[in-house]
Structure formats: structure tokens, C-alpha cells
T-cell receptor, first 116, second 113 residues
Framework: GAVVSQHPSWVICKSGTSVKIECRSL??????MFWYRQFPKQSLMLMAT?????????EQGVEKDKFLINHASLTLSTLTVTSAHPEDSSFYIC????????????FGDGTRLSIL | SQQGEEDPQALSIQEGENATMNCSYK?????LQWYRQNSGRGLVHLIL?????REKHSGRLRVTLDTSKKSSSLLITASRAADTASYFC?????????????FGKGTHLIIQP
């Protein structure tokens, strides 16, 4: 149980393109989803917290207009990297949680984004 | 900012040996979780230990938590080649602030066959 599907697995695109990444909880309802960013051989950095039906909460230093997050249902959250540039190249990972903070987060397999 | 700090950063042992990884953190927590990440993949949840718990077991895994020292350890017994991965501790912090997890830098574990 507790499967999270993230799509696509990798994207290569030109600078200036907008890229949408989907995160789906397949067998449970995720009241909260999270988006993380990971640079090579480094740890995960929380970008934003997304609650179904409300605006996402962004961490300090994360541009809201650059990283658009939508959590329209209890099973789907999307991250759109708008007008992507080479410095946005990274590994983006989503996670989903069923209830409160006392529950584990279940992670997708990540999306490797490469901006040329 | 990174709160958890894993120790060691890298660890290489022979198959069958036990592997111990440590994690320290700085703020008050609700719980601490350990995750495994294979190269280029997402994270797999291993175990969650709450702030009022001191030890927890799951199969070959044993996790301890010392809130007075703000530290945790993960022990993998009878290691296997398939255990080769990076291991991260992550805290769910109490007292407001971000609802997400704060991850440590990870320990890269290599099990030599």
C-alpha cells in the first residue's frame, strides 16, 4: 500500500519552457503533499507544502511565481516550473501523507529535470 | 536549513556485518523518520519513531532515539548487498513552522559482497 506515482521520471527541455510534474497517491487519500528538491549527492530541501483545496505554503527562498503548485484533489498535486532556466535543473521529489504529522510520508520516484 | 546531520557520511562494510548510522538534530521534534534512497530514485520509508519512544524495531532495523541528546541511530543487522543505498534521517518538528520534514545530509552505505 501507500504508493505515490510521480510523472514524468525525467525531462530535458530548452530554457524558457514551462514544465509540469504530477504527483499522485494511488491507493490512499493525501490530505497533504510536499515538494522537495535535491541536488546531486545532497539532501532533500523542502520547497512547499500543499494541502488539498488551499494555497501552498512555500519555504523561505522559494519563488511562488516560479514554482506553481496546485493540489486540486486528494490524490493529485502538480508542480509547474515556469520559464525554466539551467539553474532550475535538479531532482524534484514529491511526497504524500494521509493524515497528520504523526504519519510517515510516502515518496514518489522523483523527476530529473534538465534545462538546456 | 538542514537540521539533521548524519554520521558517518559514508560507510563501507562487508556483507553480513552490522551497519550503524547516527543522526543529530537541533530543534524539538514530534517524530524522527529514517528513509532509504537508491541512486536516482525516490525515498523509501523505513521506520518512524515518536518523540516519546526510545527504541523501535522493524525486521533487521533497530532505531533508537535520545531526545535529551537530540540524536538517533539506525542499526541494520546482517547487512546484505541490497542494503547499499543512502540513508537519511528526517525530523518532523514541533512548535510550528514547516509541516514537512527536515532532512539530514545522509549516509551513503556500501555493502561489499
Amino acid at each position: 500500500g501507500a504508493v505515490v506515482s510521480q510523472h514524468p521520471s525525467w525531462v530535458i527541455c530548452k530554457s524558457g519552457t514551462s514544465v509540469k510534474i504530477e504527483c499522485r497517491s494511488l491507493d490512499f487519500q493525501a490530505t497533504t503533499m510536499f515538494w522537495y528538491r535535491q541536488f546531486p549527492k545532497q539532501s532533500l530541501m523542502l520547497m512547499a507544502t500543499s494541502n488539498e483545496g488551499s494555497k501552498a505554503t512555500y519555504e523561505q527562498g522559494v519563488e511562488k511565481d516560479k514554482f506553481l503548485i496546485n493540489h486540486a484533489s486528494l490524490t493529485l498535486s502538480t508542480l509547474t516550473v515556469t520559464s525554466a532556466h539551467p539553474e532550475d535543473s535538479s531532482f524534484y521529489i514529491c511526497s504524500a501523507r494521509e493524515w497528520g504529522g504523526d504519519q510517515p510520508q510516502h515518496f514518489g520516484d522523483g523527476t530529473r529535470l534538465s534545462i538546456l | 536549513s538542514q537540521q539533521g546531520e548524519e554520521d558517518p557520511q559514508a560507510l563501507s562494510i562487508q556483507e553480513g556485518e552490522n551497519a550503524t548510522m547516527n543522526c543529530s538534530y537541533k530543534t524539538s521534534i514530534n517524530n524522527l523518520q529514517w528513509y532509504r534512497q537508491n541512486s536516482g530514485r525516490g525515498l523509501v520509508h523505513l521506520i518512524l519513531i515518536r518523540s516519546n519512544e526510545r527504541e523501535k524495531h522493524s525486521g533487521r532495523l533497530r532505531v533508537t532515539l535520545d531526545t535529551s541528546k537530540k540524536s538517533s541511530s539506525l542499526l541494520i543487522t546482517a547487512s546484505r548487498a541490497a542494503d547499499t543505498a543512502s540513508y537519511f534521517c528526517a525530523t518532523h518538528n514541533s512548535g510550528g513552522g514547516a509541516d514537512g520534514l527536515t532532512f539530514g545530509k545522509g549516509t551513503h552505505l556500501i555493502i561489499q559482497p
